[in-house]
């Protein structure tokens, strides 16, 4: 909290020279000194276009798993579902058994929800059942 009891204005200046020619006029009309906070004085106020085309050009992951883990997640959903009957039933499983697959896999408790969420809905949209035990 700021000390005093008068009013706290903020003011956004668009270059630093603005921002200095405005407080020295105001520090001579004013007894009392008047300062910019130093974390405004550079301050960039980025438009929403300018933010867009940052994120952009950020660097994207093209995929996370390599040949390797892909192979032992592709045996394992192989192992666990019938293609002779379309069904992914089997693929519903516990936590216990989800760590050690992603352990064998090398990837994190997160990314082997999505891998497996991701393979359900796709094989769903191939035509498979699958029903979540309770």
Do not use: C, N
Not at 30 to 44: E, G, I, M, R
């Amino acid at each position: 909290m700021l000390p005093g009891k008068g009013k706290l204005e903020m003011w956004y200046w668009k270059s630093s020279d603005t921002l200095g020619t405005w407080l020295a006029s105001h520090e001579a009309k004013s007894d009392k000194p008047v300062v910019a906070l130093p974390s405004f004085l550079d301050y960039k106020v980025s438009s929403r276009q300018e933010i867009m085309m940052e994120v952009r050009a950020l660097p994207r992951r093209k995929g996370s798993k390599s040949d390797e883990q892909q192979d032992i997640l592709e045996g394992w959903w192989e192992e666990h579902t019938d293609a002779d009957t379309l069904d992914y039933t089997r693929t519903y499983i516990g936590k216990a058994e989800k760590l050690e697959l992603s352990k064998l896999a090398g990837l994190s408790l997160t990314h082997m929800d999505y891998w497996l969420w991701e393979k359900r809905k796709k094989a769903k949209q191939a035509g498979w059942t699958g029903i979540m035990p309770r």
